[in-house]
Each structure stands twice: as C-alpha cells, then as structure tokens.
C-alpha cells in the first residue's frame, strides 16, 4: 500500500511539473515588444512612405479608408505589458511608445485601464482587452477603447503568433476604433505591426489613386517571465526526499 501511494504521489509531482514546462499558452504578465517602422522613397510623392512595420492610422481625410499615407510609425519604448496595471503616457514620459509626430505636434500611445488576455486557444489566436486603448496627442486625451470599423469586435485586438504565444515567439497584430467622444468624433483608426509586407500597396499608391491600409498585421515578440527556479527545486527535493525514504 505504501509503494502504491508513494508512486501516485510521484507520478502527480510529475505530472504537475511536465504540465507547468510544457504551458504554451500567452502568459498573463508578458510583454509585447513591437517592431520598429520600415520606410520606403516613393518616387511619384517624392518623400518616404511608410510601408511596414509598427504604426497606426487615421482617416484625416474622412474619406472612409486609412491609406498609406495616412500612417504614422511608431517605435517601441517599454511595449504593451499585459494584465497589472494601466500604462500611462505622456510626449514628456512616454509609457508604450516613443513619442512620434502627427500633424506638426506630439503623441503618445497610453492605457486607461489594462491590457489583459480574454481569450487563448493555446494554438496562437489570442483575443485583448484594449477597451483602455488611447492616445495623447498635442495635450489631448482621446479614448479608443471601442467602436470598431474593422474585423475585430468592440474594444478587442486579435493577436496571432508564429508558433503558440510562448517566450520569443513572434506575433502580429490588429486594432480598429473610432474616436466617439472629444473634438474629434467619427474619426477612424487602427493600429497594426506588419514587417515590411506592404511594398506592393505603397508601388500601387504611386498610380495616384488612393490605396487603403487593408490591415495586414504587423509583427513583434513576446517576452515572457520564465517559471521561476524554485519550481523546478521544489520537485528536485520532493524528488530526494522519495528516493531518500526508499532507501530507509
């Protein structure tokens, strides 16, 4: 009876221990570092254009679609923590973004309430909560927790990786809202990473007609707190102790 017990014991340690190395699922405290923008010279503007990497857009123009033009890069400073705490942002203290340019003044990406996960397959589809997604611009606070125009639903980002969502793993992105309160009511936006796919649309745009920014995702890695150390020493020593008790 003895031998029987510790053997179930062991093979629950066991068990608990492979279970804990082998979660793939997005951790609830992960980081998410976003690539840098990729510019290309466009010869029929004259001026670099934005084709890839992080950015967002804005329909300034109202005409219903964010074209490339209508794109601002943004560059990684401390990347969207998950879970925690609100990440707030200022051009002076910026949070998850640098500041970039818009309109000849200042802007940075914040969060008013935080990003968390609201649902994982455990296979790389991942949905956010970004009902807290904002922007501070030239001084203004603007909401863009919601509202949106695109494939995803109100306030919900839809985040695929490569593999499972694991430490290292790469990840894209996509993120639409329009603004509902403020001085800027009606404007669209939306937020993608897409690594520099995009040259076919920015070639296009040189015809003169309006491209619009279709969405194509933009891409970044997970950094994710490993399983702590002590995890593995405790089933060590559990492991000792049986092998120990045995041996008596």
Not at 24 to 45: C, G, I
Not at 87 to 100: C, M, T
Not at 122 to 128: I, P, Q, T
């Given at each position: 009876m003895k031998k029987i017990t510790k053997s179930m014991l062991l093979l629950t340690i066991s068990s608990s221990l492979m279970t804990t190395a082998s979660q793939?699922?997005?951790?609830?405290?992960?980081?998410?570092?976003?690539?840098?923008?990729?510019?290309?010279?466009?010869?029929?503007?004259g001026y670099d254009l934005l084709v890839g990497g992080s950015n967002f857009g804005i329909d300034s123009n109202g005409n219903g679609t964010i074209e490339l033009s209508e794109r601002t890069g943004i560059f990684a400073n401390d990347g969207i923590v998950l879970?925690?705490?609100?990440?707030?942002?200022?051009?002076?203290?910026?949070?998850?973004?640098?500041?970039?340019?818009?309109?000849g003044q200042q802007g940075v990406h914040f969060t008013s309430?935080?990003?968390?996960?609201?649902?994982?397959?455990?296979?790389?589809?991942?949905?956010?909560?970004f009902s807290g997604w904002s922007v501070n611009w030239n001084g203004i606070d603007v909401g863009?927790?919601?509202?949106?125009?695109?494939?995803?639903?109100?306030g919900v980002a839809n985040m695929t990786c490569a593999v499972d969502c694991s430490n290292g793993d790469s990840f894209t992105l996509f993120y639409t809202a329009t603004v509902t309160e403020g001085p800027f009511i009606g404007i669209r936006y939306r937020l993608g990473f897409d690594s520099g796919s995009l040259g076919s649309l920015a070639i296009a745009s040189s015809l003169?007609?309006?491209?619009?920014?279709?969405?194509?995702?933009?891409?970044?890695?997970?950094?994710?707190?490993?399983?702590?150390?002590?995890?593995?020493?405790f089933g060590s020593g559990l492991l000792g102790l049986f092998g120990f008790a045995r041996r008596k």
């Open positions: 793939a699922a997005l951790l609830s405290t992960a980081t998410l570092n976003f690539d840098a923008p990729v510019y290309q010279f466009d010869e029929y503007l879970g925690g705490d609100a990440q707030p942002g200022s051009v002076s203290e910026p949070g998850i973004d640098d500041a970039w340019g818009f309109f309430s935080p990003v968390t996960i609201l649902t994982d397959d455990g296979a790389g589809n991942v949905e956010l909560d863009l927790g919601g509202a949106s125009w695109g494939s995803n639903a109100n003169g007609g309006p491209v619009e920014d279709l969405g194509v995702l933009s891409t970044g890695t997970i950094s994710s707190v490993p399983v702590p150390a002590a995890v593995w020493l």
